[in-house]
């Protein structure tokens, strides 16, 4: 399966600034995308369309949105469904990612029913994970790992099929801070997400992917992407800008 190089662009982006800079990076990749690596652009929902329309020509880019409500449709003000950005030609949502769990109060039930629904809804998902850095003081990464990966994963079908499903390993103190997680830190929880991946899902464990995500930049890309099971970078703040990202997925 190919790399997948993910650029989450938060809250940030007009609809104009996401189509300029969606179609920067599509022209700065067009005859050079690496034929093993699959770009996924998440902007703010308000410029899903727009962004989708940039891309729809460009070979190997994929459009993704960073939440969404685990239902088809209802009184839920103020939420997006699965089908909504489907239809606005979403094909991955995250769930999970950090700053929705530390600063929307999202738990990790929620986060489980995000990844089901969004499942049963044809989105492929991106399960977010991640310790913060006083679980990691304690040496409770392995635990807490287990603990998002079981509830993130609790309802999804033993047969998932591998390219709808990925982890992406965040870790919290890395995450806009500067700091990057060193190529043990990487390695060794990537080894521990891939072993409850095995035990979970058997043979299917083994091909869905491990991205990593906190603090990517252009220098340090190629080395994170050389780690054992690391199939991909889910990337923020260096994914605004498209030299910056273009550097990132062929590095
Ligand atoms: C992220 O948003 O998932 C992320 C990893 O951000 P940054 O690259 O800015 O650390």
């Known amino acids: 399966m ?10 940030y982006k007009l609809q104009g600034e996401a189509a300029t800079t969606a ?4 022209a700065r990749l067009a005859g050079k995308l690496p034929a093993d690596r699959e770009v996924l652009l ?7 369309c727009g962004v989708a ?15 969404f409500y685990p239902s088809k449709q209802g009184a839920f003000t103020g939420e997006i469904a699965p089908e909504m950005l489907t239809d606005a030609g979403c094909r991955y949502a995250l769930a999970g990612h950090s700053e929705r769990r530390h600063i929307l109060g999202e738990d990790d039930a929620m986060v489980g029913r995000k990844v089901a629904f969004g499942l049963t809804s044809g989105l492929s998902m991106i399960l977010c994970v991640g ?3 006083e679980e990691r003081q304690a040496g409770e990464l392995e635990a807490v790992l287990e603990r998002q ?3 993130g994963l609790a309802e999804v079908p033993d047969d998932v099929a591998p390219e709808a499903l990925a982890v992406a390993y965040e870790p919290v103190w890395a995450i806009g801070t500067g700091l990057t997680a060193g190529p043990e830190e990487v390695a060794g929880a990537h080894a521990a997400v891939r072993g409850f ?17 906190g603090s990517v930049k252009p220098g340090n890309a190629g080395q994170i992407l050389g780690i054992d099971n690391v199939d991909g970078v889910l990337v923020g703040g260096a994914s605004l800008d498209a030299e910056s990202f273009a550097a990132i997925v062929t590095a």
């Open 131 to 133: 310790e913060k850095v």
């Open 197 to 213: 991946l095995v035990r979970r899902f058997g043979v299917v464990g083994e091909k869905i992917r491990i991205l990593y995500g």
């Open 23 to 26: 179609a920067d990076l599509a």
């Open 2 to 11: 190919k790399k997948l190089m993910a650029a989450n662009w938060k809250m």
């Open 53 to 67: 329309g940039v891309i729809a020509q460009a070979a190997g880019f994929a459009l993704g949105a960073q939440n």
């Open 149 to 151: 990966l079981t509830a």
């Open 42 to 48: 998440i902007p703010p929902y308000t410029a899903l």
